[in-house]
């Protein structure tokens, strides 16, 4: 009779169980929207579940590749985790003003736990887009990019993508109001439709693929 109740009045006792929760991705990036006109700005943020080393690319419609971040290949990009991290330009601008023909681009950002490696790619001091791409990156925009990301690393990095389309000249816009507790602030959208983050994965155990080693991680 005692034992029983010691072991009640010890589970009583007990702190309760820390609650479960759901584990950030690994890297996500999002764009403040998905469609632009020439000459609007588009803001970046991008959360990483972890701390670490960031990379922005950028390859807009017409195929040509821009490092968002870091804005000079001297500095490492190293980011806090599961923080909102805004990507800027100079200035403390906005991260691009959309430039490009009607079409779609595309946003990449890589996380690592270890430096990027960045001396192939830069000259006195600033990135050096000779070496950074020999021609316009077309069809597979996503290929393209990681391609550049498996250069500038050992291979072992996570990676997210966001898509972004040009209108064509002429095209009406029709405003109407959301809001996005991700962002601060109130913005415009087309058609109002929430930014959704599904499970969005693939695995990349690629042995003896490309460069033969663990390559790109999970896409989510």
Request: hydrophobic share 35%; with cysteine.
């Amino acid at each position: 009779m005692l034992l029983p109740l010691a072991f009640l009045l010890a589970a009583s006792a007990a702190p309760p169980a820390p609650a479960a929760h759901l584990d950030d991705p690994p890297i996500r990036v999002k764009l403040s929207d998905e469609s632009y006109s020439r000459g609007d700005r588009a803001k970046v943020k991008v959360r990483a579940a972890e701390d670490g080393y960031l990379l922005v690319l950028r390859v807009d419609t017409d195929g040509r590749l821009r490092v968002l971040y870091p804005l000079v290949p001297e500095d490492e990009g190293r980011i806090e985790g599961r923080k909102d991290f805004e990507v800027r330009s100079r200035g403390d601008r906005e991260a691009f003003v959309v430039d490009d023909a009607p079409g779609s681009g595309m946003v990449l950002a890589a996380w690592s736990e270890q430096p990027f490696r960045f001396d192939d790619f830069s000259r006195n001091g600033h990135w050096d887009y000779r070496a950074l791409t020999a021609e316009k990156i077309t069809g597979d925009k996503e290929a393209g990019l990681l391609d550049l990301v498996d250069r500038m690393s050992d291979g072992k990095y996570q990676y997210d993508t966001s898509d972004y389309v040009v209108d064509e000249p002429g095209y009406v816009r029709h405003y109407s109001g959301w809001y996005d507790p991700w962002w601060s602030g109130y913005y415009p959208c087309y058609g109002c439709s929430p930014w959704y983050y599904g499970p969005r994965f693939s695995v990349g155990l690629a042995f003896g693929f490309g460069h033969g080693h663990f390559r790109r991680g999970r896409r989510w």
